[in-house]
């Protein structure tokens, strides 16, 4: 499946927050990725339905959860939720991000 990850995009994996309360990131990491502009109602990892305004594709067993950021276009997107697709033999085939 490279053949859908045309694109590139960083990820910066969400290292939790400092003394006030600020998110804090890691360095971005490039990943291939397939970038899709389009709104869906998702749930977050909390349950609540928010509007996405982007499905990014990534190839499976990148390291990405919710609330990590991916930069794409030259702006900050938050990850609000992330989920993987598996083939019929069971295989991970790829990762979904929402943003």
Request: aromatic share 10%; proline share 5%.
């Amino acid at each position: 499946m490279d053949w859908v990850f045309q694109q590139q995009c960083h990820i910066k994996r969400n290292l939790g927050a400092d003394c006030w309360s600020k998110p804090v990131y890691a360095d971005p990491v490039s990943s291939p990725c397939r970038w899709q502009a389009k709104q869906q109602l998702i749930r977050t990892k909390n349950g609540k339905e928010v509007m996405s305004q982007a499905e990014v594709w990534l190839p499976p067993g990148t390291g990405i959860d919710a609330d990590d950021v991916l930069v794409y276009g030259g702006a900050d997107h938050i990850v609000l939720s992330v989920g993987e697709l598996v083939d019929l033999a069971g295989n991970a085939a790829f990762k979904k991000a929402w943003c």
